[in-house]
């Protein structure tokens, strides 16, 4: 089976643009979330989606992300107008149903704003 | 607030020896707890989970982890080191009352030498 896809795996944008990176889940997985990483830091929760509805949005950082996923499928997370220190790898996750299941991530999406 | 630490930013050992990459973790409540390893220009793999029972764990590519409830840790441990092991060790806990939200810590690089 595939497994999660994330597109565009790396992005080059100025501050005060737009970028939108998008990512596939598991056919099947009713919950996918967005994840963050900073050189070095941790990888930091910023929402939890089941199907096409927000379960956890606490992590999102301010109001220049939007996330969204249509009908339950592939999920967008738009950040407008980017800041400098929105750079980082943007990991997407999605899992299966069960609150003990292990989650499967995409390669990531680096983003870096100049 | 819930929390992961793994103290070492990175981990040194002969190939051969035996390994152990350290995770504490601070959750309000019994945590599902797992570890993940990240290749380069790759996503994070699911390698081992807790959930419940046997303290001693055992996962993939030969890898185990060790369950303490009274130090709140979750090291993970392998008897003979393989160069193929090098690579980016996530630990990760979900609060079992707290939803299905995932928090990782900040990583631990595992150098093996030949």
């Known amino acids: 089976e595939a497994g999660v896809t994330q597109f565009p795996s790396h992005s080059v944008i100025e501050k005060g643009q737009t970028v939108t990176l998008r990512c596939d889940p598991i056919?099947?997985?009713?919950?996918l979330y967005w994840y963050r990483r900073v050189m070095g830091k941790e990888i930091k929760f910023l929402l939890h989606f089941v199907k096409e509805s927000k379960q956890d949005e606490s992590g999102m950082p301010n109001n220049r992300f939007l996330a969204e996923r249509t009908g339950g499928t592939y999920s967008t997370l738009k950040v407008q107008p980017a800041e400098l220190e929105d750079s980082g790898v943007y990991f997407c996750a999605s899992q299966g149903q069960g609150l003990t299941g292990e989650l499967f991530f995409g390669e990531g999406s680096r983003l870096t704003v100049l | 607030a819930q929390s992961v630490a793994q103290p070492e930013d990175q981990v040194n050992v002969a190939e051969g020896n035996p390994l152990t990459v350290k995770c504490t973790y601070s959750?309000?409540?019994?945590?599902?707890l797992f570890w993940y390893v990240q290749y380069p220009n790759r996503g994070l793999q699911f390698l081992l989970k807790?959930?419940?029972?046997?303290?001693l764990v055992k996962g993939s590519y030969g890898f185990e982890a060790e369950f303490n409830k009274s130090q709140t840790s979750f090291h993970l441990k392998k008897p003979s080191a393989l160069v193929s092991d090098s690579a980016l060790y996530f630990c990760?806990?979900?609060?079992?009352?707290?939803?299905?939200?995932?928090?990782f810590g900040a990583g631990t690089r595992l150098f093996v030498k030949a």
């Open positions: 056919s099947g997985h009713d919950n």
């Open positions: 807790y959930i419940t029972g046997d303290n």
């Open positions: 959750v309000s409540g019994n945590p599902y």
């Open positions: 990760a806990v979900r609060d079992r009352t707290g939803g299905f939200k995932t928090i």
